[in-house]
């Protein structure tokens, strides 16, 4: 098996669009939430959303090349681009068939919204237009991308709702662990338009606290009272770490272990088992005991039931010791499909820049994570041995051992 | 619409469509070689084209064996006259 380097991260996130400004927001515990005027007259019973601010789509990309391209894939492209720099890879060294690439990503609405729009109104499909086929699909970010880059070996996306990222970032890992691939650029894009998340505000799971939407998302808080969506893309740059030695890049952390399982019960209401089962085997393969962790990446979206089967999940693991803990989606809101991704390039820049994010909104401890260490504050220590979590509906569980 | 202000308006369609610059459009500009359009865009150009001039194209046998710009000025000056009524949508 071969060890597995980190030499790129790329973000657009509502923390920021470069790696920088999202350090000084993690560092700062700022909120990336709003309230969405256009999701109240709608009658959203939630109108918080995460937001992204001055990311323009034409910087980087023609009119021809968006064209089948959706937002969030030209938000991936943005993260990869910059992910890529970070690596010091060139483009001769990324066009051949053992690069792939991987993202996570379960929907992509707006197309086949629009696409029946126009059949309704013009009573003619070839007037919809060549993109939308394309721009459809879940696997756009990734079709697009490979076009773009021009890479020849895996390209293909993860579709495993909330964990999509997760699993995307270990089945890359995966792929170089075993010498099937010699670097792999991987990653997570959600959408963050109120047309996807329409039917999912419909549930109820989603926080009404609108009163200070900074103050909305309180993972593991006794009074958190749901999620609040969000998106964007992260990127990532995995390389054989003998290879990225080799050629002198500057090497940001490793990926060492992946452990994944599912639930096998309810599709919306995780399991207290399952998610604990991912993580013994991620540090299984990362050779690492519980106690070295020294930091947890939680889950936790600051739903009333998803937080309690995490705190749970987290005590099986770790047996009466507890490391540092803190989600950041209590800044971000809950990135879905993204998450498990930008959780890997998160703690990459905690660990590049000296410090832990906190779980911002934890005034009172939820009962569920009593002895759990979650901090509400930053902490001044990198993280040096990291587990990301991530979880989706059907009780589909990923967990990553990251070393720095 | 005269001719010559069909072939403005083609080359402003396609330059808008297409993001190319109108120094571009040159009668002899081979589409795929000159343009870098493909298949995908020739779509996309029937729609336009087709909205804007309000004549039908997409099954025509004579699109399909367009190159070059100019063998699309001749298409679309053989359908204006073939439809004197047509109007332009733009």
């Known amino acids: 098996m071969y060890k597995v380097a980190i030499t790129g991260i790329g973000i657009i996130s509502v923390l920021g669009n470069t790696v920088d400004t999202v350090s000084s927001s993690l560092y700062k515990g700022q909120s990336g939430i709003v309230i969405d005027e256009d999701r109240v007259e709608l009658g959203f019973e939630s109108p918080l959303t995460g937001i992204i601010n001055d990311f323009d789509p034409a910087t980087r990309l023609s009119r021809k090349q968006r064209k089948t391209m959706t937002y969030h894939a030209i938000q991936a492209h943005a993260a990869t681009l910059d992910a890529l720099e970070m690596s010091g890879l060139q483009p001769e060294d990324w066009q051949n068939d053992q690069t792939g690439l991987i993202f996570g990503c379960d929907s992509s609405s707006i197309a086949a919204i629009e696409q029946v729009r126009i059949l309704k109104e013009k009573g003619n499909t070839g007037l919809i237009g060549s993109g939308a086929v394309f721009r459809s699909m879940t696997s756009n970010v990734t079709m697009n991308l490979n076009m773009l880059l021009k890479t020849r070996g895996a390209a293909w996306s993860v579709s495993s709702a909330c964990s999509s990222g997760g699993h995307a970032i270990g089945q890359a890992f995966t792929l170089i662990s075993t010498g099937q691939q010699d670097r792999v650029i991987c990653g997570g894009a959600q959408e963050i338009n109120w047309e996807s998340m329409c039917s999912f505000d419909g549930l109820g799971a989603f926080t009404s606290n609108t009163d200070a939407p900074a103050k909305a998302c309180r993972p593991f808080d006794k009074n958190r009272d749901g999620l609040v969506p969000s998106g964007g893309a992260a990127s990532i740059v995995l390389e054989r770490y003998d290879h990225a030695k080799a050629r002198g890049a500057h090497i940001l952390g490793e990926v060492c272990g992946y452990g994944f399982s599912s639930d096998g019960e309810q599709l919306s209401n995780p399991s207290t088992t399952g998610l604990s089962i991912a993580g013994a085997k991620a540090l299984k393969w990362a050779k690492i005991a519980p106690k070295d962790i020294d930091y947890v990446c939680a889950h936790a979206t600051a739903t009333p039931a998803g937080d309690s089967a995490e705190a749970a999940n987290l005590r099986n693991l770790f047996e009466g010791c507890s490391p540092t803990i803190s989600s950041t989606k209590s800044m971000t809101g809950h990135e879905l499909w993204m998450s498990g991704a930008s959780q890997v390039v998160y703690s990459t820049i905690m660990a590049r820049d000296g410090f832990i994010a906190p779980n911002i909104n934890l005034e009172t401890l939820t009962p569920e994570a009593e002895g759990l260490h979650i901090t509400p504050t930053t902490i001044e220590r990198a993280p040096r041995s990291v587990l990301c979590n991530s979880a989706g509906f059907g009780g589909t569980n990923s967990c990553l051992v990251l070393k720095y | ?90």
């Open chain 2, 1 to 90: 619409m005269t001719d010559l202000e069909a072939i403005q308006l083609t080359n402003e369609l396609l330059a808008e469509e297409f993001e190319l610059e109108l120094d571009q459009m040159k009668p002899e500009a081979l589409f795929k070689e000159d343009l870098e359009l493909d298949s995908l865009d020739a779509v996309d150009m029937v729609i336009v084209l087709e909205q804007a001039f309000n004549f039908k194209i997409k099954k025509d046998e004579a699109f399909k064996k367009i190159r070059s710009l100019g063998n699309l000025h001749d298409f679309v000056l053989d359908k204006k006259n073939e439809h004197p009524t047509a109007v332009s949508n733009t």
